[in-house]
């Protein structure tokens, strides 16, 4: 079994994660291999909060160039986790 940590990288902080917050919505960066049952148990584990729906995404890097030579940032995969009703992480509450 992977630990919890290693399947939950960072958490996404935008101006559009930030608004789906107040409906206990949450936007995280997760490991590519991680499916969302393994996703929902390391939120779960983690942040001590009720999951009740996951959805993922798999964000395609973007084109950067640097002169002439042109390269791409990595993929990475975006899990948007859906909290019970009441529940809230309180590590986002003072963004």
Same mark, same amino acid.
């Given at each position: 079994?992977?630990? #919890?940590?290693?399947?939950?990288?960072? #958490?996404?902080?935008?101006?559009?994660?930030?608004?789906?917050?107040?409906?206990?919505?949450?936007?995280?960066?997760?490991?590519?291999?991680?499916?969302?049952?393994?996703?929902?148990?390391?939120?779960?584990?983690?942040?001590?909060?009720?999951?009740? +729906?996951?959805?993922?995404?798999?964000?395609?890097?973007?084109?950067?160039?640097?002169?002439?030579?042109?390269?791409? +940032?990595?993929?990475? +995969? +975006?899990?948007?986790?859906?909290?019970? #009703?009441?529940?809230?992480?309180?590590?986002?509450?003072?963004?």
């Amino acid at each position: 079994m992977k630990d #919890p940590r290693d399947i939950i990288i960072r #958490p996404v902080v935008t101006e559009k994660s930030s608004g789906r917050m107040q409906d206990g919505k949450y936007t995280f960066a997760v490991a590519m291999d991680a499916n969302r049952t393994e996703i929902k148990e390391a939120v779960e584990s983690i942040f001590k909060v009720r999951v009740t +729906k996951v959805n993922t995404v798999k964000m395609q890097g973007k084109l950067r160039r640097m002169g002439r030579f042109v390269g791409r +940032k990595p993929s990475w +995969k +975006k899990a948007i986790v859906t909290l019970a #009703p009441g529940q809230k992480i309180e590590l986002f509450e003072g963004m």
